[in-house]
């Protein structure tokens, strides 16, 4: 007797989730679809949303991490008990995020801009180049790297307003030098947490610039993945310097014997050079409409 209803009622807990999308029109209520990606359990308002982003998420992995069959989930976080990250029983991640986000002042964050903005983050160090030691903002790789690969995987929006930023550092000739680029730590990790982390918790990661570097941080890695993609011929030179960066080469060599910079004179500050030459040669670059005081 007592076996029989532990059956039923673990047939009931088995059918609850074929059950839900029935529900969809209920506040609160999760939709499960599946997905190429693997699949997005969100509420019924956030269930295109959340294809779309991890589809643009897939397609990045392929093109720049080149994993073409990574396999994840998006799930709606729940009043900010769920860890940003969690296993599925097949071993593919399951990212939870608040798809009614807001920075600290009530900013909503689109999800175009953070969450492939942090897939891309986790994709490249759960398979490309992970972290060995605590600390550090993002795995082994050098931060402008672990950088270079959220910031591929960002929406047209973020990514054109990061290419105006970099195109304004570079007319004031304020870009980051490349030696300094090159090695530097993470601006957001030489800030203070407490004021830098937004609102709704740390495992997000969505921060506000503290330093004043970071702008500039981001604008700089976006172009420098730009002058890279267009030397190399390939988005993939992500993947590529993570091979590098592997096989325990310096990078900076590796860029360099990439950029044209072909005979022994090759420099980090020639570079510096081509790389603020080929931003005003490219078009994505060409700012229509800079700020009233030519920025
Ligand atoms: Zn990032």
Known sequence: MTMTLGRVAI?????????????????????????????????????????????????????????????????????????????????????????ENTAPGGRPVPPSHALRHEIGHDLFIRHLVPSSREGQYGGDAPDWLDEMAAIAFEGTDVTAMRRREAARLARSGSLIPMDRFLTMVHPELTESPASAVASDGPAYRIRLAASSDTPRFYAMTRAFYDYLVARTGSPAVVAKLADAFRRGERLDAWVLARSGQRNGSASLGALDADLRSWIQSDARYAVATGSPNGG
């Open 11 to 99: 047939a009931l807990v088995a059918l609850a989730p074929s059950i839900a999308p029935a529900h969809a029109a209920q506040p609160g209520a999760m939709v499960i679809r599946k997905a190429s990606f693997g699949h997005v359990e969100v509420a019924a308002t956030a269930v295109e949303t959340a294809l779309r982003e991890g589809r643009a998420a897939q397609a990045a992995a392929r093109d720049v991490l080149l994993l073409p069959h990574v396999r994840f989930g998006i799930t709606a976080r729940s009043h900010g008990k769920a860890r940003w990250v969690s296993i599925a029983s097949n071993g593919s991640p399951i990212y939870s995020w608040a798809f």
